[in-house]
């Protein structure tokens, strides 16, 4: 197996062009929070770029609820948004689902073997997925989400989440070959090792982004190992979005 480590749009269109299993890391806090919805008992979910596509397919699924953030808070009209706390509530129900960047990234691997999503809170289940769909002599590509259109944004909980997947995944696969991303692998485990996870995304921009808006809760719930045994797959792409179900 050969693992990498490539941020943002980049990372995506690797996955694609190689026809890997990509593994979409938004750790502040999509990626969480879509885990948290299935873990949750959300029948599924479709994730949508934009809000005006996202209002648009609730119409379409007037008993979905409707989930997400522009600058972190939930939009107008929305019934709940970007974070795990809020995911029991759909219980039982569909969901839509809009964040600036994480559903974008889904949308950008189009054409990757498969497309997860995982970060710190579905760590052990997200690699043993992307083990299981790669196969022995298969690729994984780990995508810290960064932030869409700001390629210069410091995410920093996105690398460290990374890189807490990709020493996870070598962990179990101890012969996995480290392919693109040595360096930002190298430096990320180093800052595991030294702060820890938690402080890795207390410290990261995002983070403070969180404390403004009062919402500085989801930092350690995003940061928690394996508090979730759900993993997002993407099962369909279409216009509309990219439809999640449990993998």
Do not use: W
């Not at 960047?101 to 289940?125: E, K």
């Not at 962990?171 to 090792?193: H, K, M, N, Q």
Request: hydrophobic share 45%; proline share 6%; charged share 25%.
């Amino acid at each position: 197996m050969r693992v990498h480590v490539i941020e943002g749009a980049g990372g995506c269109a690797f996955a694609a062009g190689r026809r890997a299993v990509a593994v979409v890391v938004d750790a502040l806090r999509a990626s969480a929070t879509a885990a948290a919805l299935l873990h949750a008992g959300a029948v599924d979910i479709l994730a949508v770029p934009g809000v005006g596509g996202a209002l648009a397919a609730r119409r379409e699924r007037p008993d979905a609820l409707l989930y997400g953030e522009r600058g972190g808070l939930p939009p107008e009209g929305f019934d709940h948004g970007n974070s795990p706390a809020e995911a029991h509530h759909a219980a039982g129900r569909r969901v839509v689902f809009t964040t600036t960047t994480g559903a974008g990234r889904l949308s950008q691997c189009a054409g990757a073997g498969a497309v997860l999503m995982g970060t710190v809170v579905n760590a052990s289940a997200a690699v043993a997925a992307a083990r299981r769909l790669a196969g022995p002599d298969g690729e994984v590509v780990f995508i810290p989400a960064g932030l869409m259109d700001d390629p210069a944004f410091d995410a920093q909980e996105d690398r460290a989440a990374a890189v807490f997947l990709l020493e996870c995944l070598r962990r179990e696969c101890p012969d996995a070959e480290i392919g693109e991303g040595r360096d930002l692998r190298a430096a990320y485990a180093a800052r595991l090792a030294e702060e820890g996870i938690l402080r890795l995304f207390e410290t990261a921009p995002h983070a403070e982004k969180l404390r403004r808006i009062h919402l500085e809760s989801d930092i350690p719930l995003c940061a928690d190992p394996d508090r979730y045994p759900a993993v997002p797959l993407a099962a369909a792409l279409s216009p509309e979005g990219v439809l999640l179900r449990r993998a």
